[in-house]
């Protein structure tokens, strides 16, 4: 069954923005950590940022300063704000919904393609 569901993905220029959606069961939203992860071909996945329930955000040192996460109680849904995006931004980007103890302890989306380029 589907927990997570990404959306935003797309085209775009060197410097450009993009904002990233992923919509996320109730109970899954209310108790687990957010955040997102990308794979560029040819590499492992990576960390890029996440937000705890209470709020608290981390970022990647790679996006710190460009990339904005958020999420909206009301409409269960973590967004990604990417600005001055870089072509080496280039990737597959997961949803992903993460607890400490509970089972299972990590929830993915399908992922969305974000391509940066002239």
């Known amino acids: 069954q589907t927990q997570l569901v990404e959306s935003g993905g797309g085209l775009v220029q060197p410097g450009g923005s993009l904002r990233l959606s992923c919509a996320a069961s109730?109970?899954?939203?209310?108790?687990?950590?957010m955040g997102w992860y990308r794979q560029a071909p040819g590499k492992q996945r990576e960390f890029v940022a996440t937000i705890s329930s209470g709020g608290l955000t981390t970022y990647a040192a790679s996006v710190k300063g460009r990339f904005t996460i958020s999420r909206d109680s009301a409409k269960n849904t973590v967004y990604l704000q990417m600005n001055s995006l870089k072509p080496e931004d280039t990737a597959v980007y997961y949803c992903?919904?993460?607890?400490?103890?509970?089972?299972?302890?990590?929830?993915w989306g399908q992922g969305t393609q974000v391509t940066v380029s002239a």
């Open positions: 109730v109970s899954i939203f209310s108790a687990y950590a």
């Open positions: 992903n919904a993460k607890h400490v103890w509970r089972s299972p302890s990590n929830y």
